[in-house]
Structures are given as C-alpha cells and as structure tokens.
C-alpha cells in the first residue's frame, strides 16, 4: 500500500476519532510538512527522541505494535512552547491538547511511515497536501 492509500486511512481514521474540524489535527498536520518550525516528521520524530521518548516513538514509526504515550510524555517530547502553541492554535487547554495528542499522534505517525521508514519528503509533501484536503 503506498503513501496516498496510507495518508487516506490516516485521515479517515483520525476524522472518525476526532470530527472533521478538528483544529487540533490540522494544526500537527502543519507540523509535518518540511517547511515547518520543527522540521517535518524527521524532525518531530527526532524531537521525542532527544527527549528521552525513543523507544515510543521508534515503535510508532516500526511495523510492530504503537507504545502509549500520557500526556505528560506529550509535553516532554514536543517541549512545554510547542504544546502550548499548537493548544492555542486549537483553541483548547495545554492538557487537552496533550491527552489529544496522546491519542492522535501514535496511530497517526504509524500510518505516515508505512514499512516502518519516514518517507522522502517530496512525496510526504504531497501526502501531506491530500491529508490538508480531507480536513479542510
């Protein structure tokens, strides 16, 4: 299954979980894309790892089973400024952001690296573009 086939179950998947205006969605799907303050996915995924939160996000990206993570882990991995701006963004507390994003991010930085890689960031770009349709 390619990309697009795995950014469409993302966005189905997440728009069930979470409505179709889900603020705070939209708001990490700006996160991935490679122009972003963090970097892209590579660079989130790398921010949870310099955060002591490797073995987590590893197992999000790898083709076994996705670790949990609370809400605290949320805020140790993405740093207490990014949180609380991607809360603002979303219009919702610090701590609802992190529980959400508790249950948003593993299955959905799952879906984005299908056979445990992080894809070439052309091609994520343009998945990125299709996911940014389907929550508009």
Request: a negative charge.
């Amino acid at each position: 299954m390619g990309l697009f086939d795995q950014l469409g179950q993302a966005a189905t998947g997440m728009l069930g979980q979470a409505g179709n205006n889900n603020p705070l969605l939209q708001a990490v799907v700006g996160l991935l894309g490679q122009n972003s303050s963090v970097g892209g996915l590579s660079g989130l995924i790398q921010g949870f790892q310099k955060n002591g939160l490797g073995d987590i996000v590893n197992s999000w990206v790898g083709t076994g089973q996705n670790l949990p993570i609370s809400a605290e882990q949320i805020q140790q991995g993405l740093g207490g400024d990014l949180l609380k701006h991607l809360a603002s963004q979303a219009g919702v507390s610090t701590e609802a952001a992190g529980g959400q994003l508790a249950s948003l991010l593993p299955g959905l930085i799952d879906k984005l690296t299908p056979g445990g890689k992080v894809p070439d960031s052309n091609l994520m770009e343009q998945g990125l573009n299709l996911l940014r349709g389907k929550l508009g």
